[in-house]
């Protein structure tokens, strides 16, 4: 079974910058489509990025390219996302999930909420 745990939000100030982890166990990642998904108030779900484990490519929404970046580091089985530039509208509770091979992501963890104040 997949476990993921998410941490590093908090509350910011528009345009300053954020990291969030999500460290992953349960079983090896080869096959695996990482992603960050992010809800905000009164919002539904949308995605924000993800990143093939094994090669490394890597997806963006149009909303956070050229200001998110996701990484993953395989010795520390961690998913990483660099926030930069963040807006008042980044704020939102921000999930990590896991995707076996084009299935739908089907495992996530609890969440950690990000808050810029503009």
């Known amino acids: 079974q997949v476990l993921l745990v998410e941490s590093g939000g908090g509350l910011v100030q528009a345009g300053d910058s954020l990291r969030l982890s999500c460290a992953a166990s349960?079983?090896?990642?080869?096959?695996?489509?990482m992603g960050w998904f992010r809800q905000a108030p009164g919002k539904e779900r949308e995605f924000a990025a993800a990143?093939?484990?094994?090669?490394?490519?890597?997806y963006y929404a149009d909303s956070v390219k050229g200001r998110f970046t996701i990484s993953r580091d395989k010795a520390k089985n961690t998913v990483y996302l660099q926030l930069n530039s963040l807006k008042s509208e980044d704020t939102a509770v921000y999930y990590c999930?896991?995707?076996?091979?084009?299935?739908?992501?089907?495992?996530w963890g609890q969440g950690t909420q990000v808050t810029v104040s503009s």
């Open positions: 999930a896991a995707s076996f091979r084009g299935a739908d992501f089907g495992s």
């Open positions: 349960g079983r090896t990642f080869s096959g695996y489509v």
């Open positions: 990143i093939n484990w094994s090669v490394g490519n890597t």
